[in-house]
């Protein structure tokens, strides 16, 4: 089977593009690793049954993010990483080191790291491609670490789902209903933990594009993230500030944040847009489109 195990799907993807991008690759399946929810990695599960559906997350522990690969319930951020992940081995899921060597947001897996219980490390992430550093060291530290590496997108766009992914001596199946996907998720990892994968890479280049996007980011208002208290653009600072969440209180240190000052955690963003009745309505509406749109 062929298998991406990092991929954010926003909310506001159809189910048929979703299908169409996975299949486009090659691919078997992925797993829906959003932050802060397993709401949206649910839904696509109970809907799509085409494609293996491995529901996830990925975790911001307090030293840097960890995947956590076959897990039925959110695991909480902002814990030690060894909470983390004995929370998601409690699950009977996977805990895999994400994009080490990134800087922000990573666990260098190096020193006092290596006690930890990670079953893998991503050893290979296409969306640090363009920097070309991350991807370079971990090729490098992973071969001194003692878990086995895995090669994985961090898609948030439909367009990268699979440019990397992960093969394993599992046979696929024509459908995976919730039976089906029960006794292949054990195999897919097991074949992960004991290093019995063949990974597929493929470098992300630096550009100019890419380069513009990432600088324009730094300096202009962002016009596709909106606050969600005022509903005005974001803008980044070079320069962090202590923030305050106007719904749950929470104080963090952000670079992002909406040009009137408004600061909303990300946590509370993610509980109003997926862990609310609206959002079965919101996808109601957008898949009743889509098929208007077909017909």
């Known amino acids: 089977m062929k298998l991406d195990l990092h991929v954010h799907i926003r909310r506001h993807f159809r189910l048929e593009d979703i299908r169409r991008a996975v299949k486009a690759r090659g691919l ?4 829906v690793t959003n932050f802060h929810n397993v709401t949206l990695a649910r839904y696509l599960r109970e809907r799509i049954e085409d494609l293996l559906i491995i529901i996830g997350q990925e975790v911001e522990s307090r030293a840097g993010h960890i995947l956590a690969i076959h897990i039925a319930e959110k695991i909480p951020d902002a814990l030690a990483p060894e909470e983390t992940i004995r929370q998601i081995h409690g699950q009977g899921g996977m805990a895999i080191l994400a994009h080490p060597y990134l800087g922000w947001n990573s666990i260098l897996p190096h020193g006092r790291t290596r006690h930890l219980a990670f079953d893998a490390v991503e050893a290979f992430n296409y969306r640090a491609g363009p920097m070309l550093y991350p991807n370079f060291l ?14 994985n997108t961090d898609s948030k766009e439909l367009a990268t789902i699979g440019r990397c ?3 394993v001596p599992v046979k696929p199946a024509a459908r995976y209903s919730a039976e089906v996907a029960a006794n292949l998720i054990p195999q897919i990892l097991h074949c992960l933990r004991q290093g019995e994968i063949r990974r597929h890479e493929e470098w992300q280049m630096p550009s ?16 596709y993230y909106r606050c ?3 509903g005005d653009n974001l803008v980044f600072k070079l320069i962090s500030r202590t923030c305050t969440c106007l719904q749950c209180g929470r104080r963090q240190s952000r670079h992002t944040r909406c040009v009137r000052g408004h600061y909303v955690c990300n946590s509370c963003r993610t509980q109003q847009a997926l862990e ?3 959002f079965l309505t919101y996808r109601e509406k957008l898949e009743g489109k889509a098929h208007e749109e077909i017909s």
């Open 138 to 151: 971990a090729q490098l530290g992973w071969r001194h670490l003692p878990w086995p590496g895995v090669a």
């Open 28 to 31: 078997h399946g992925i797993a």
């Open 208 to 223: 100019w594009t890419w380069f513009g996007h990432h600088v324009s980011h730094l300096l202009l208002p962002q016009k």
């Open 276 to 278: 609310t009745p609206g």
């Open 165 to 167: 992914y992960n093969e």
């Open 228 to 230: 969600f208290y005022c």
